[in-house]
């Protein structure tokens, strides 16, 4: 028997909202803080948690089925999550036209079908982890500036296995539609 992939669906980002969040990240570091790399920066829509390698292509066929485009975001913002204990440092998207929401919710009910996902309760918030808190770490909270930036399409939706490891997780697309 082989050991379940750790799945999750997320919103890929152009490389300017990349560059931009890096930047930010690198300006915000300090003790305590574990700033990701580029190619770790993407909006989570879904955390499936382990799934046998057999349950790839239904979840795949599924997104490839609600896919739509997700235009008109921005940068709107540091956040620091949760607010009380942080363990992440964010930067919550600004999504005017309720694309990103109408998407999550729709990868939502296509995997919740599937018997793949269990949707959360709490209300979906568009956000990019920019670095995490290292465990036990408190941190100074103040940040730099977030100038918003131009607004953005996501350009795919796509499906991703998570490895854990020493230095953090690395991530490995299995499935990716274009978001044109």
């Known amino acids: 028997m082989t050991s379940p992939l750790r799945l999750f669906v997320a919103l890929e980002l152009p490389a300017e909202a990349v560059a931009a969040l890096d930047a930010f990240a690198r300006r915000a570091a300090r003790d305590g803080l574990r700033v990701l790399p580029p190619e770790a920066l993407h909006v989570t829509l879904a955390f499936l948690g382990g799934r046998a390698e057999e349950e790839v292509e239904p979840i795949a066929a599924a997104l490839r089925a609600v896919a739509a485009p997700v ?11 949760p ?6 440092l ?5 999504d ?3 694309a990103c929401a109408r998407l999550q919710g729709a990868v939502s009910d296509a995997l919740a079908a599937l018997g793949a996902y269990a949707p959360e309760r709490r209300a979906f ?6 670095a995490r808190v290292r465990r036990g770490a408190r941190v100074d909270r103040t940040l730099p500036d977030l100038a918003p930036g131009p607004t953005f399409a996501a350009p795919a939706l796509t499906l991703y296995r998570s490895r854990l490891g020493p230095k953090g997780a690395s991530y490995d697309a299995l499935a990716r539609t274009p978001l044109t």
């Open 90 to 94: 964010a930067v919550d998207l600004a």
């Open 125 to 130: 918030r568009p956000h990019v982890t920019v």
């Open 83 to 88: 607010p009380r204990r942080p363990s992440v």
């Open 71 to 81: 235009e008109g975001l921005s940068l709107a913002g540091p956040a620091w999550l």
């Open 96 to 98: 005017p036209g309720g």
